[in-house]
């Protein structure tokens, strides 16, 4: 063991907590302002004595010729295997013909994720995706609550895939897939504007997802719903959820977003500029709709220029989950979105015998397939009512060969 006389002259000892400790101050008369030790198991780590006590741990190297010194942290609060690690960890980088000190200058540059996201990203987003809202309330919450405070270039596949659970286990696999994919988004823009070399994202599975939801409100519990919003008398709520149900459109990005401007009420026709697909189309507003929105027109602030508009401040409605809910306690009914009051009107649709590529133009979507995966369990009792009449037909011309 060495003595503490020793350590003092000689200043070179293989550093261990009990002898870090026991060393004492540096000479207040002593025109250095530290003593430095040298640890003897890892050549060029330091331990600096300030004349107040303190110790710092520091790493003495040589890059292309020029010495350099960086300091790596201060005893006790970081120990002798973990300076041990950081000096090795560095001599790895010279290896490489990498300097430790930029290398450490990159990443304290590194921004965060959260800064990332609000820096970088929304605004990227904002231009170019409708939906960057829902992007941003993501970020705010499960993303940034998990991994907002973490740099971009330590977070590692395993935060991403321990997120991605833990979004699953709260929610439904859909829910944790599309989180995933901004996450795969938004990592695949910072590689493309020099802040990552590699996605944590790739190579990280997705959940197996549902079915096509396929709830919707039809007969008995139709008629209870359409009561309960019939009670709320001729609230701006009650009457966007009426219109979903009577024209199919998507809630959010279609109906609450609609201006006065694209509504004409002389040829009963509203044109979506924002749709999913991103084309503007044309949709014709069946006569309770029209007679609907003639109402609400006529209710309306004339300095407005939304057909719903927000409760407060200048924009216009986009949620009414609350809404659905009290209708839903009214009627008695469970599990019901907003979605699903489109899913309805597409259902009703079908079930009528409407020819498949009159629903998917009246949906909006993007093709007959898309129409056919939602729709394919009321599909088959059409398809089986039209099998029918060819059965009778051939059915009558048995009956005469006969």
Same mark, same amino acid.
């Given at each position: ?235 701006? &709520? ?5 219109? %979903? /149900?009577?024209?199919? #459109? =998507? @809630?959010? !990005? +279609? ?115 898309? &129409? ?5 369990? %009321? /599909?088959?009792?059409? #398809? =089986? @009512?039209? !099998? +029918? ?14």
């Amino acid at each position: 063991m060495y003595s503490e006389e020793r350590i003092t002259t000689n200043r070179q000892f293989r550093f261990s907590h009990k002898q870090i400790d026991a060393l004492p101050s540096h000479d207040e008369d002593s025109a250095s302002a530290t003593a430095e030790y040298s640890d003897t198991e890892v050549v060029g780590l330091k331990l600096a004595v300030g004349k107040s006590g303190r110790k710092y741990f520091w790493h003495r190297y040589r890059y292309h010729g020029v010495k350099r010194t960086m300091k790596l942290g201060e005893y006790p609060s970081l120990n002798v295997a973990d300076a041990r690690q950081m000096v090795n960890d560095n001599k790895n980088l010279l290896g490489r013909n990498l300097d430790p000190a930029g290398e450490r200058n990159k990443r304290r540059n590194v921004p965060t994720l959260s800064e990332f996201a609000k820096e970088e990203y929304l605004p990227y987003a904002q231009q170019h995706k409708r939906s960057w809202q829902d992007d941003e309330s993501k970020l705010r919450r499960e993303i940034g609550q998990d991994l907002g405070h973490v740099q971009l270039t330590e977070i590692t596949a395993r935060d991403v895939m321990q997120l991605h659970a833990k979004i699953r286990k709260k929610g439904s696999a859909a829910t944790a897939n599309r989180y995933l994919a901004l996450l795969s988004r938004l990592f695949s823009l910072a590689i493309q504007w020099g802040h990552l070399e590699k996605n944590p994202t790739k190579g990280i599975a997705k959940y197996k997802e549902a079915g096509p939801r396929e709830r919707n409100l039809s007969g008995d519990e139709l008629a209870r719903f359409l009561a309960a919003l019939d009670e709320e008398g001729g609230k701006s &709520t009650s009457n966007a959820l009426k219109l %979903l /149900l009577l024209t199919g #459109l =998507r @809630s959010k !990005s +279609e109906l609450f977003s609609l201006p006065w401007s694209e509504v004409d009420l002389k040829n009963g026709t509203v044109r979506l500029l924002h749709t999913k697909n991103g084309r503007v189309r044309t949709v014709a507003l069946n006569s309770i709709a029209l007679e609907l929105m003639k109402t609400i027109r006529a209710a309306s602030d004339p300095g407005c220029i939304w057909v719903f508009p927000a409760r407060t401040g200048p924009g216009h409605l986009t949620d009414i989950r609350k809404p659905l809910k009290r209708a839903m306690v009214r009627a008695d009914l469970k599990d019901l979105r907003p979605h699903d009051l489109r899913r309805s009107f597409g259902s009703l649709a079908v079930n009528a015998g409407v020819d498949i590529y009159q629903v998917m133009g009246l949906l909006g979507h993007s093709s007959v397939a898309v &129409t056919q995966r939602v729709y394919a369990h %009321l /599909l088959q009792g059409t #398809l =089986r @009512s039209a !099998s +029918e009449v060819v059965a009778k037909t051939l059915e009558g011309a048995w009956a005469k060969a006969a």
